[in-house]
């Protein structure tokens, strides 16, 4: 072991960090070097952009601008309000100046599919910004400026859950925090959009790591990366030696490539060996994570004032002539970035939204980049084949030994097949994070993943079911009373005898029904022969 | 004398004997009443879960757990049309039966659908708000009825006493959440190799 350790200090440097408690996983081909062969790409500003404005989960919009309005490059176009664990606001900005043509629905390459409400901006090319507001030394500002800043600038989770920066601080201000974890292990296929950003750009993510860290408040700051990325482990290192970080504030892990080693959980088990139990978030064990491309979205909010109007976004696939990594405006279509890439459109087969284990088909090409769209692959026929026929389950239990969540995909199965949902929390369905792995291994083909996805539907339709019953039932038991006891009220009325009422009374009564009764006698009664006639109508078309 | 008090004695042993059996029995039978009655209790909880709810009444009964109450007394458990084949099969489960079809005479299947009152021509007649089971219908005399989507049981007892037909009860499709797709990945990688 010792052997094995110096040989990899040898590689790594003597001051490296490894981590290595990894429970299950597979090392699939990672298909990373095509497009890391060459530089993030600026995309140049497209003449229409899409930008998404809905929720993936309800929550309410709030629109600022109108139709036909000329905005400018980062002017708030709308403020999304979530309503999970507390409300939240998150603003979306202009990623360009020019002319909002219309408001309406369409496609989001995002996982959900479903149809988003999106502001289509048509960009007049002069790229007009408003004046920004940098913040020279961020080291100045206060936990609250910095959350409030960080909200401002609309900046969520890059990593793909979406969820606001800005909230996951002000869960952090509600328990002491041990470990912030920037998460720069990209472990799925394909996806290579981290890795290209720590490459060129690591002091900048160093920085947000470090701004990051002052708003938690959290004591130590780990910068979690796979062995397997030499280039982004050492921009990371001169990054991190560099003038900026002189009291060592950040330090850098070595975490084995074995996917999914960049799920939340699973990193949080390797780095630190804290196993966050069900239904419980990471800071309440002292723990925050942010993404690496969230840790870059909060430098450029903070030191540079820009309002998140960007991501990086890879696009790959054997279809594409220059597969590389983009920095995308929010907004952008799809087949804008595979027109950029050099696409042959006869050939494509079929565009993925994500990497190729936890990656789903994108409805359209015409799907507009969101902050949570962090790959796209343009395949080719064979590249990705349909799946093959689903055979018996043999019990090999390979799911089982690969399962990063630890549990049993085969028992999980017979129980989704039997609908059993009592057996199904009890093994901790919710607890599978649909990485795929089971499915990768099995060789019966069995589409585990999905049929885990249509159980946890299926119970949480139950859930819903039940509450409704629930509610319906009482609104139903507090009409009866109401019933009842307006009756025993009538009766006990017909038995007190009514006093009259007196003469000043009695003609403001009189005036107060004539106001309700505001229809006129004969009004009423040609109103009512005329629906009559309507029904008769209706009656005789059903009767013909 | 000693043969008459030995009588009061075995006629006191005998009497008292037979006060404390039917006392222990009295309280035995007391206990198993209860019992009883919690049982009785807890399957017409059961059974009333299993119920969906909707208060249409297209079994018969007013109500949900009236239908639940004579459920647990013996009455037949497929009379269910809002709840669907689900609530029959759970029925049957939970009172240990075979499971039987929907009874045709109680109507019959049909998606979940909410009612909706064609505005305009409503004339305010305030009989669709006195059938609501779940006062789920807003409005006043000679003034429009409108029903609150979110609290409507979609039991579709409103339709009938409409005066001018203007009740729709609108099929209401679940959220579609998004397909889950089956999984495919690179075949170049798959530990698996196609033959």
């Given at each position: 072991m010792s052997a094995l350790r110096q040989l990899a200090s040898k590689f790594f440097g003597s001051d490296t960090v490894f981590a290595r408690r990894t429970v299950g996983g597979i090392q699939p081909?990672?298909?990373?070097e095509d497009s890391l062969r060459s530089r993030i790409m600026s995309t140049p500003i497209p003449q229409q952009l899409t930008i998404p404005i809905g929720a993936a989960d309800g929550g309410e919009i709030t629109l600022l601008v109108d139709i036909g309005e000329q905005v400018s490059k980062y002017q708030k176009l709308a403020v999304i309000s979530i309503f999970t664990e507390g409300v939240s606001d998150v603003p979306v900005h202009a990623p360009t100046s020019g002319v909002i043509t219309s408001i309406e629905n369409s496609i989001v390459a995002d996982h959900s599919q479903q149809q988003q409400l999106c502001i289509n901006l048509a960009a007049d090319g002069h790229d007009e910004a408003l004046q920004l507001e940098p913040q020279s030394n961020y080291s100045l500002l206060s936990r609250v400026n910095i959350a409030s800043l960080i909200r401002d600038a609309g900046v969520i989770g890059m990593g793909g859950a979406g969820f606001p920066a800005a909230d996951k601080l002000r869960l952090c201000g509600e328990s002491a925090i041990e470990f912030l974890i920037i998460n720069a292990?990209?472990?799925?296929?394909?996806?290579t959009a981290d890795e290209a950003l720590l490459r060129e750009r690591a002091e900048k993510v160093v920085v947000g790591a470090e701004i990051l860290k002052q708003a938690s408040a959290a004591r130590r700051c780990i910068i979690a990366i796979e062995d397997t990325k030499p280039d982004a482990i050492d921009a990371l290192k001169q990054a991190l030696k560099s003038e900026m970080n002189l009291d060592q504030t950040c330090e850098l892990v070595l975490i084995p490539?074995?996917?999914?080693?960049?799920s939340e959980r699973q990193l949080i088990k390797c780095v630190t060996g804290i196993e966050i139990a069900t239904g419980q978030h990471p800071t309440e064990n002292g723990i925050v994570m942010y993404n690496v491309g969230t840790a870059y979205a909060v430098y450029e909010a903070i030191v540079e004032g820009k309002p998140c109007v960007s991501r990086f976004t890879t696009l790959c696939g054997q279809e594409l002539k220059t597969p590389k990594n983009f920095e995308v405006l929010i907004g952008t279509t799809a087949d804008f970035l595979f027109e950029l890439c050099g696409i042959e459109t006869s050939n494509k087969q079929k565009s993925i939204l994500?990497?190729?284990?936890m990656g789903s088909e994108l409805g359209s090409d015409k799907a507009a980049i969101c902050k949570t769209t962090n790959c796209l692959i343009a395949a080719s026929a064979d590249e990705f084949q349909a799946p093959q026929a689903e055979q018996a389950c043999i019990r090999c239990g390979f799911c089982a030994d690969v399962c990063p969540s630890k549990l049993l995909p085969q028992q999980l199965l017979a129980f989704s097949k039997t609908a059993d949902t009592t057996q199904l929390l009890e093994h901790g369905l919710f607890d599978c994070i649909e990485c795929g792995a089971c499915d990768y291994v099995c060789p019966s083909h069995i589409p585990l993943v999905s049929t885990y996805k249509e159980s946890k539907k299926l119970i949480a339709t139950r859930r819903q079911d039940l509450e409704h019953g629930s509610y319906w039932q009482q609104r139903f038991q507090f009409r009866q009373y109401r019933v009842k006891k307006e009756k025993d009220q009538a009766v006990s009325r017909k038995v007190a005898v009514p006093a009259k009422p007196t003469l000043a009374a009695g003609p403001a009564v009189k005036q107060q029904n004539k106001k309700t009764d505001f229809i006129s006698k004969e009004q009423a009664s040609l109103d009512i022969a005329a629906a009559v006639a309507r029904v008769k109508a209706r009656r005789d078309e059903k009767n013909q | 004398m000693l043969p008459v008090i030995s009588h009061w004695l075995t006629q006191l042993v005998i009497g008292s004997s037979l006060l404390l059996i039917t006392a222990f029995a009295l309280l035995k039978l007391n206990r198993y009443l209860r019992q009883q009655l919690t049982i009785q209790k807890s399957l017409v909880k059961r059974i009333n879960r299993a119920l969906p709810q909707t208060q249409c009444g297209q079994c018969g009964h007013p109500g949900c757990l009236p239908y639940a109450r004579s459920i647990s007394l013996g009455e037949a458990s497929n009379k269910c049309p809002p709840g669907g084949h689900e609530t029959i099969l759970e029925l049957a489960e939970l009172l240990n039966e075979p499971v039987r079809g929907l009874d045709p005479a109680h109507g019959e299947f049909r998606n979940f659908s909410v009612a909706v009152i064609r505005e305009d021509e409503c004339i305010g007649c305030t009989k669709c708000i006195q059938a609501c089971p779940v006062d789920a219908i807003l409005g006043g005399p000679k003034l429009m009825h409108t029903v609150i989507a979110s609290e409507c049981t979609g039991c579709d007892l409103c339709v009938e006493p409409c005066p001018v037909d203007c009740i729709d009860m609108i099929n209401q499709l679940a959220p579609s959440l998004p397909q889950t797709t089956t999984p495919y990945f690179n075949s170049l990688s798959s530990p698996w190799v196609n033959s």
């Open positions: 081909l990672p298909f990373k292990a990209e472990c799925e296929p394909y996806i490539s074995k996917y999914p080693a960049g994500g990497g190729s284990l | -």
